[in-house]
């Protein structure tokens, strides 16, 4: 069969699709390979030294029969007294982001209640790290080796991203070595994967499965714009949706590790929900985005400065606050005693003030040396999502670590505890007052479902 003849329209088409074709080879920032077709092997080669594999080792008590307790029964089976440790393994990935220090910045859940890391470089070479801190909150966590020639990722501009722009994730899924896909940024500012968490994930189709986790978003340019963090599936495997945690959040994250060793976020104390619009036509707002404060804390930064419930923020230091999320995000980047200028609506008036961010709980508890007791604990204030808000006051015991001296003292998750040493407590700052003042044991009333205990904490 033969070719029909070309008619003017179709070779027209063929030429501005060639000449298309050869633009965007023009256009590729890398040069062509000895086949004369684009890669970004050049690239690569430079920069996958620094992504490495990390292994974690941990130490996990073995669960065994109560009667294993019965002093007759271990002697009469000669079991030993002292429970066995079963070593637990796993596998993640880290960046190296400082060669001169040996910094190596992954995920707060690879490492999370490790005994042993081993980080091992891609010429093969391994080394102990040492955990310099980690942050559940934004799921980052950094460490230090101590190696010679190392090579180091440059940090790239993050918050310039756009849907579309094309992105390479470097890791080690499934414990099979170092793997590169490509893909593009999906989405931006994606939230609601970690719930309490300070997230701004940037979304991407490049390929992140287990193991991934800690590893490098790079653009074309060879710099890091963020570190894999998770992904969505319904089997464990990737379907095209993962997040990373966005390189400029990190990257403050990292700061405040190096100079402190964990993160000390500043807080207004404020409790924020999304402007709706029919909140808005409620408040006869003209805008439809912003956080509306629903309830300022007792002694809190945000009540010196002058806030109150129904404000609505529409801007921190001049940048546009979308909703509560976002607030949030700005807010618990901040170091503690940031100055900052607060853009909000009252009365529907415009208006601005200025405040300074105030200290977490986390904070007040290891200044009152309290913090030792309910290590392991995360509190919080009572908000309008708990069941038992309105109804109940005192402060949410929202996680206890397993194995934590929470734990050993007797707090659970869902606890309210609603008086310290029989003083009523309605925010976490009165908590730690309280807390502070106390000499000695530390007694708690606690409202666990329905039932009201009294834990003495010595």
């Known amino acids: 069969m033969t070719r029909p003849p070309l008619t003017g329209l179709r070779a027209l088409v063929l030429l501005l699709t060639f000449a298309a074709a050869a633009t965007a080879w023009a256009q590729w920032p890398y040069p062509a390979g000895g086949n004369g077709k684009p ?5 690569l080669k430079e ?6 594999n990390i292994a974690v080792i941990s130490r996990n008590r073995t669960a065994r029969h109560p009667m294993f307790d019965d002093p007759f029964f271990r002697r009469f089976f000669n079991i030993p007294q002292e429970q066995q440790d079963r070593l637990q393994r796993s596998a993640g990935s880290g960046v190296i982001v400082d060669a001169q220090r040996g910094y190596v910045m992954t995920n707060h859940h690879v490492v999370n209640n490790a005994d042993k890391l081993m980080v091992t470089l891609a010429d093969r070479r391994s080394f102990e790290a040492e955990l310099l801190g980690s ?21 790239g501009d993050s918050e310039g991203l756009e849907v579309g722009d094309f992105v390479l994730a470097i890791g080690n899924p499934f414990g099979i070595g170092q793997t590169v896909t490509s893909g593009i940024v999906s989405a931006l500012g994606r939230t609601g994967l970690n719930v309490g968490g300070y997230e701004d994930f940037i979304q991407t189709d490049a390929s992140i499965n287990p193991g991934n986790s800690g590893g490098a978003l790079v653009g074309l340019d060879g710099k890091l714009v963020g570190i894999n963090s998770a992904i969505m599936t319904p089997a464990g495997g990737n379907v095209g949706i993962g997040f990373a945690v966005p390189a400029a959040m990190a990257q403050e994250i990292m700061d405040q590790l190096i100079e402190y060793g964990e993160v000390r976020r500043g807080q207004l104390g404020i409790h924020i929900q999304d402007v709706t619009p029919s909140i808005a036509e409620a408040l006869n707002l003209d805008v439809a985005t912003g956080a509306l404060v629903s309830q300022v804390v007792p002694g809190s930064a945000a009540e010196e400065a ?9 801007a921190i230091d001049g940048r546009p606050v979308e909703d509560s999320t976002g607030l949030r995000n700005m807010i618990g980047l901040m170091r503690l005693g940031t100055d900052m200028e607060i853009t909000y609506i009252r009365d529907g008036e415009k208006r601005t003030m200025r405040a300074k961010t105030g200290r977490s709980s986390s904070q007040i508890l290891a200044e009152s040396g309290a913090v030792d007791k309910f290590k392991g604990a995360e509190f919080r204030d009572l908000d ?56 000695g ?15 003495v904490i010595p």
């Open 306 to 314: 002058g806030i109150q419930a129904g404000d609505v923020i529409l």
């Open 39 to 43: 890669t970004l092997a050049p690239m």
């Open 47 to 52: 920069v996958t030294p620094a992504v490495v």
């Open 441 to 455: 044991a530390i007694a708690l009333n606690i409202l666990r479902g329905t039932a009201r205990l009294f834990l």
């Open 135 to 155: 942050d559940e909150g934004t799921d980052i966590a950094l460490l230090r080796i101590e190696a010679d020639d190392l090579t180091a990722i440059s940090f």
């Open 384 to 439: 309008p999502s708990h069941p038992r808000y309105g109804s109940v006051e005192g402060v949410l015991v929202a996680q206890v670590e397993e194995g934590s001296p929470a734990e050993r003292n007797g707090l659970q998750p869902g606890d309210i505890v609603t008086a310290v040493n029989r003083t009523a407590v309605r925010s976490v700052a009165e908590f730690s007052k309280v807390a502070a003042d106390a000499d």
